[in-house]
T-cell receptor, first 117, second 116 residues
Framework: AQKVTQAQTEISVVEKEDVTLDCVYE???????LFWYKQPPSGELVFLIR??????QNEISGRYSWNFQKSTSSFNFTITASQVVDSAVYFC??????????????FGKGTKLSVKP | GAGVSQSPSNKVTEKGKDVELRCDPI?????LYWYRQSLGQGLEFLIY????????KSGLPSDRFSAERTGGSVSTLTIQRTQQEDSAVYLC??????????????FGPGTRLLVL
């Protein structure tokens, strides 16, 4: 069975601190996709990144970076020099490669990040 | 460009009434998904459409829930005889071509349903 675990329920940091959000996943598939979404107080889920299981290269996008390690089944997300606008709930999600016609997302419980000025 | 839209944004109904929630996916997206977000259960998958057919209804919590999609575009999620435990935010997402490297799902703003 697939599962996504975000062990950190809430994190509070002060602006400009770096913060890492952890994500551990379980799947028996060899081909799968991992995602991070941001849900600000407005409620809409905003797509941040997608990674497929064959691409373990880490990615950096501005202040955001992602560390994908298959050996530990982890896909962690780091925000460098956090800002108040980063305050949101962040969800890690997994989808298996399409078999027939699947592909629904399995979400972690989310990590609520509060960045204080 | 237009994203996924959902209506209504909020719905308050009385227990036992039927409700219909609507989703307009991004133009050209063949796949459409419904999810539910509630405090106790987090984000749960409900149903998936590829075109107008629903090959995966495994997430629908009971037979009071149904969904359809017409013209490969708009989808309606119907909840019959609503119960208080149906209160949640219902989210719709769409993606281009799952299975062809286009798996990213883009979400709408959701419909917040409150059953009194």
């Amino acid at each position: 069975a697939q599962k996504v675990t975000q062990a950190q329920t809430e994190i509070s940091v002060v602006e400009k601190e770096d913060v890492t959000l952890d994500c551990v996943y379980e799947t028996r598939d060899t081909t799968y996709y991992l995602f991070w979404y941001k849900q600000p107080p407005s409620g809409e889920l905003v797509f941040l990144i997608r990674r497929n299981s064959f691409d373990e290269q880490n990615e950096i996008s501005g202040r955001y970076s992602w560390n994908f390690q298959k050996s530990t089944s982890s896909f962690n997300f780091t925000i460098t020099a956090s800002q108040v606008v980063d305050s949101a709930v962040y969800f890690c999600a997994l989808s298996e490669a399409i078999r027939g016609s699947q592909g629904n997302l399995i979400f972690g419980k989310g990590t609520k990040l509060s960045v204080k000025p | 460009g237009a994203g996924v839209s959902q209506s209504p944004s909020n719905k308050v109904t009385e227990k036992g009434k039927d409700v219909e929630l609507r989703c307009d996916p991004i133009s050209g997206h063949t796949a459409l998904y419904w999810y539910r977000q509630s405090l106790g259960q987090g984000l749960e998958f409900l149903i998936y459409f590829q075109g107008n057919s629903a090959p995966d209804k495994s997430g629908l919590p009971s037979d009071r829930f149904s969904a359809e999609r017409t013209g490969g575009s708009v989808s309606t999620l119907t909840i019959q005889r609503t119960q208080q435990e149906d209160s949640a935010v219902y989210l719709c997402a769409s993606s281009k071509h799952p299975g062809q490297g286009e798996e990213t799902q883009y979400f709408g703003p959701g419909t917040r349903l409150l059953v009194l």
